[in-house]
């Protein structure tokens, strides 16, 4: 016999430790149990889309920035490539390879946060991140010599990147190189067998195949789920199709699929930069491109593989120093669409992990 | 006979008889809240201090050498603080709920043995008197969470309702053990008893009961009901200034008078050579609760429902196994030959341990709805 | 038949907080330890040199958000003279934008970081407050020529390792046995 019990609305954030950030969940519960959730995003929209369309080419880099706010080379990265389609330009070797190694620390730097913050959420009371932070701290230091910020970097330009890396950057970077794997076999030993971990982390949250390929989801989301997707291989941008690395899958595609899959992603990272390192090629870090640029008319989409995911800008120019329209794709809010479907009939101490591992960064989702 | 009977009688020759009987009543009264408040002060430090360390930090270190004023500094702080209490609470029980947590953790020290006769009253069923005033606070607990008229204190409080519930059997099971081998309640008797501490004599015994004060202490791993990362601050979400502060004073006070018992009942007390035998009782109380600051650093906690069946499934059959394991050696192994009772418990403890781990089971939990 | 789950990953976990219990930690105190920043920080506020200014406004044409404000006049010799120059650091983004355009480095950006204000309006700076002083001083920013005369950033990537500081070997050691004196 059951018991008759009445569900109640519970209302997660926009204020809550582990909305990770200004997000709302209006959570539907039978005692622990979560019957519904309904996530209402806007809390930290800028309209940056609008923003935009009254500014040059080159003044929305630093908008990019504000999107992902975990991963700003990244963002850069994506915006100047679709803007390098639409005008059609080159970009010489030095600048592709200094951006490929900034795309991949960010990677790492991203990662760290989404483990971080995931192991943090199960409640390992900040350990896990601090020790990850101490590792992204390495990064961003490195981010500051380059580029002068730690976090709204603005590096990349349309045709190449802002500046040269300055004589110190290779060999702090060739010592994290180094040491980072043997960090990442650390965490592994610190976290990834514990017993409470695996108890709470496996099979929770499951995300099919198909429901994850039918809602579009992508980056580490979708390959937990075991589907062998990275537009680094599957569409390669800038010159990744010359650097040798797997692409980690998942099997279950449960909450601790998605931990590991970005555990390895650092790894293939790691060995992403040891390879870019030696090539490094001497040269122009960027090229001749009009200050005021004026890409002819049409319209492009870009995308790369993003930390998070794809991270697409769909632009179209009307021959004008400003976009006509500037769309984002953003990766975090299309993998949060399955939030609802992964967490119905788990507890609430689920509903917090599981959004956690999808590790969203409401920068982007808001816009 | 206890030092303040002694005292007592001293007294009452020179003066007359209900004066003899309030005044060291009173002394001990205030000996004690002393001793809890001053080490409450002293483990907030600690704690603080050791988990930053443990987190590559240094910790709190600007008030004073090395800091040590900070724990004061927070005390002030919340005591200033505006005593915020939400429009729809029921004001009485939302102003009675921290007293209930913080009283009975100053009762149990009444009957904790910190030196040889040094102890408040040595009540011969001193351990049932123990059990019995720690889950009153689970109480109190419940009365936040129901009073605060909050959807995470209310979550908070029915999960406190369980927990205590579950994990006190294991713990009372694992009790027995002792009182089955010391053969008396009071708790001078049982530390008088270890020559060899029972940490040794009955290991298994010790897991559960560390885990299970552990999970009524609602320390890490078992941290459900103040789980920051889900239900914000659990049942004293709700809670501010001096209220506060008591529910923050209770949650190091249960530390401290755990850390106690479970110096008392399995690591000998006040016993050890050299050192006065109040310095051992300190040590062995500070190194228990550094071994829970250690574990708070490093694990996550578990989920509701895999704390129940923690409680349930491993625990409890473990403790009742552990019983009659005790009370057959008890009954059938010769006295004079302790050692050999640490083997074969040390060899039952690890076998039984990893036939249980065979039962762990990962994931799942889904509940269809 | 395998007994993997019995807690020995638990066991694993806590060697390795023990471990990080007798590494240094990496806090940095901060106002009595400064780390030198980057070369290249887009620190706070603009450094403005009005004896290399035009007055040709490509950085106010430059700034994604108009924070540059600039007022000329035609003065005798046909050039212009600036008679306004006010930059709103309150809405500044820090991304260097103006500073890279500026055709005649009359622009830097600021290597300071403590220039916290209780007004909003104390953060509107006009000529005056932007020019060179003993507490504003450029970056390296799009200046390679200053960058090389600043000190060289302090590294975490070598926090367990001797590093220079400013001439001398420090260690983040010493640093940690320097720390906890308090105010
Ligand atoms: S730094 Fe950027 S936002 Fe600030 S004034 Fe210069 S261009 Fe404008
Ligand atoms: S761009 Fe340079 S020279 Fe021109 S107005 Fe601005 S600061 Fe002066």
Redesign the interface.
Known sequence: MAIRTEP?I?NMGPQ???THGVFRMRVTL????V?DVEPVVGYLHRGIEKLAEG?TY??????T?RLDYLASMTNNLAYVLAVEKLAGIEVPERAEHLRIIMAEMMRIASHLMAVGFF?????????PV??MW?ER??LL??F??????RL?Y?YMRVGGV??DI?E?FLP?LR??VAEMPGLID?YD????????????????GVLPEDLAINIAASGPVLRASGVQWDIRRGDPYSIYDRFDFDIPVGSAG?CYDRYWVRVQEMRQSVRILEQAIPQLPQGEVCAKVP?LLRPPVGEVYGRIEAPKGELGFYLVSDNSIAPYRFRIRPPTLINLTALRDMV???????L?ITFGSIDVCLGEIDR | MTLLEQFQLWLGSIWPEWAAYITPAIIGVVVVLGFVLTTVIIFIYLERRLLGRFQIRTGPNRLGPEGIFQPIATALKVLLKEDIVPAKADKAVHWLAPVIVFAPILLIFAVVPFGKGAIFTDLNVGIVYVVAISSLSAVGIYMAGWASSNKYALIAALRAVAQMVSYELPVILSILGVVLMVGSLSMNQIVESQSIPFILLQPLGFVIFFLGTVAEMNRCPFDLLEADSEIVAGYHTEYSGMKFALFYLGEYGHAVAYSAIIATLFLGGWQGPLLPPIIWFLIKIVAVFCFIVWMRATLPRLRVDQLMAFAWKCLLPLAVINLFIIAAEVLWLPESMPWIMVVLNFAFAGVLILLWSKLFTLGGGRVEV | MKFERYGIGIAKGMMVTFKHLFRSPITVQYPEEKLAVSRRIRGNELVWYPDRCTGCATCAKSCPHGNIEIVTHVGDENSYVVDKFEVDTGRCMFCGLCVESCPYEALAMGISYERAQYRRGDMVLSKDALLLSDIRRPSGYARPKVEVTLPKQTLLVYWDKDREEGGQKVNFLTLSKKRGRGV
């Not at chain 1, 976290?191 to 496996?202: C, D, G, P």
């Open positions: 109640f519970l809550h430790p582990s039978d005692g622990e149990v019957l500014r080159t003044q929305n880099i630093p908008f920035d192991l943090n959420d199960l409640g390992a009371m900040m350990t601090l020790y101490r701290e390495k230091d490195l500051e010599m380059v580029c002068g910020q709204t603005n802002s500046h300055p110190e702090a010592r994290f650390e030993q610190f976290l990834a067998q514990n017993e409470i971990v695996l108890a709470r982390s496996k099979g929770v449960d200050q119905i009939g788990w507890k609430v101490a689920d917090i």
